[in-house]
């Protein structure tokens, strides 16, 4: 049983397209994260979701929408890609009291071209 | 801002031990975490610090100084599969974790 995963693992897109990453957890964790990873490994935080509610919400384009339908799922969809949205996406997830451990999804490759 | 600094790269050959030092800058500090990913996988978790002092976990020891708002990793007895990246974390408000730009390690035979 995978506890956080991702669909899909790759996409590979033109520039200009929407695309949706899915993730669940099974853990039964109330907080749930979007990660971006760049090609030189920086994990920068997106998005965070604590029961639904939109607690983080860094310096993100716009053109990112997170949206999470219960506690158990964050889907992230991104409009109008850029060739600078190439990056691995990462899901996480995390559950209080805090013991300082992320969870972390296999991750998906966007490739915009 | 919220900020964290390692160093990029450090190379050790197998059986020794290595030492990752982190250090931040940070609002709502709770605790600092390290997170190992080797190339094409996810992060994985690896210890976390919220007093001072150190923690050990097999080979694997974390150490936090909230004075110094400094924190480091020792691996002993290194074995080529530690090759990996190796990232430190800020837990602020129990809720918000900034990464470290992280430290690739690489282990030589």
């Known amino acids: 049983d995978t506890a956080v995963s991702q669909t899909p693992k790759y996409l590979v897109t033109q520039m200009g397209n929407d695309k949706s990453i899915k993730c669940e957890q099974n853990l039964g964790h109330d907080t749930m994260y979007w990660y971006k990873q760049d090609s030189k490994k920086f994990l920068k935080i997106m998005f965070s979701?604590?029961?639904?509610?939109?607690?983080i919400n860094e310096t993100v384009p716009n053109r990112f929408s997170p949206k999470s339908p219960d506690k158990a799922h964050l889907n992230l969809h991104i409009n109008s890609l850029e060739l600078g949205d190439s990056a691995v996406y990462f899901c996480a997830s995390a559950s209080p009291p805090n013991t300082g451990e992320l969870f972390f999804g296999e991750g998906s490759r966007l490739t915009v071209l | 801002g919220q900020s964290l600094e390692q160093p990029s790269e450090v190379t050790a050959v197998e059986g020794a031990i290595v030492q990752i030092n982190c250090t931040y800058q940070?609002?709502?500090?709770?605790?600092l975490s390290w997170y190992q990913q080797h190339d094409g996988g996810a992060p994985t978790f690896l210890s976390y610090?919220?007093?001072?002092g150190l923690e050990e976990t097999g080979r694997f020891s974390s150490f936090l100084s909230r004075s110094d708002s400094y924190g480091y990793l020792l691996l002993q007895e290194l074995q080529m599969k530690d090759s990996a990246s190796y990232f430190c974390?800020?837990?602020?408000?129990?809720?918000?974790?900034?990464f470290g730009p992280g430290t690739r390690l690489s282990v030589l035979p």
């Open positions: 940070t609002s709502g500090f709770y605790g």
């Open positions: 610090n919220a007093l001072d």
């Open positions: 974390a800020s837990d602020n408000y129990g809720q918000n974790f900034v």
């Open positions: 979701y604590n029961n639904k509610e939109l607690i």
